[in-house]
C-alpha cells in the first residue's frame, strides 16, 4: 500500500500550487486524509486534514484562508491548493491516510492517527 504525492516545485512567493495525492494498492474512501509537511531541520508539522466524506477539513492556522483540501473519492485522489505561498511554506509535504472512519465528519490534526503514509512531493517557494 503506497500513497504517492506529487505536484510540488519552485514556485515564487504569492503563487500557487495544487498538490495531488493518489494511493496504490488500496482506496482510502472510507479514510480521513491529512496533508503535513517537514521544513529542513524543523519537525513535521500539521498541514491539514479532510473527512472521509469531504464535508469537514481543518488547518493548522498559519495556512488557513490560504490552502484549500479536496478530495474525489471516485479518482480516489486527494488534493492541496495552496494559494499565496510564502517562503515559509517551503518544506517537503507529505500525504497520510487513517485507519478506515466510522464517522464521516471525523478528521485529525495528529500524525499518530494516521497509518499509511506516502513519499513527499518538495515544495520550494522563493525568488
Known amino acids: 500500500v503506497q500513497l504517492q504525492a506529487s505536484g510540488g516545485g519552485l514556485v515564487l512567493p504569492g503563487g500557487s500550487l495544487r498538490l495531488a495525492c493518489t494511493p496504490s494498492?488500496?482506496?482510502?474512501?472510507?479514510?480521513?486524509m491529512g496533508w503535513f509537511r517537514q521544513a529542513a531541520g524543523k519537525e513535521r508539522e500539521f498541514v491539514g486534514s479532510?473527512?472521509?466524506?469531504?464535508?469537514?477539513?481543518t488547518y493548522t492556522e498559519s495556512v488557513k484562508g490560504r490552502f484549500t483540501i479536496s478530495r474525489d473519492n471516485n479518482k480516489a485522489t486527494v488534493y492541496l491548493q495552496m494559494n499565496s505561498l510564502e517562503a515559509e511554506d517551503t518544506a517537503e509535504y507529505f500525504c497520510?491516510?487513517?485507519?478506515?472512519?466510522?464517522?464521516?465528519?471525523?478528521?485529525?490534526?495528529?500524525?499518530?492517527?494516521?497509518?499509511?503514509w506516502g513519499q513527499g512531493t518538495l515544495v520550494t517557494v522563493s525568488s
Open positions: 497520510a491516510a487513517s485507519k478506515p472512519s466510522f464517522s464521516t465528519l471525523w478528521t485529525s490534526r495528529n500524525a499518530d492517527d494516521y497509518t499509511y
Open positions: 494498492g488500496r482506496t482510502f474512501s472510507g479514510s480521513a
Open positions: 479532510i473527512s472521509r466524506s469531504g464535508s469537514r477539513t
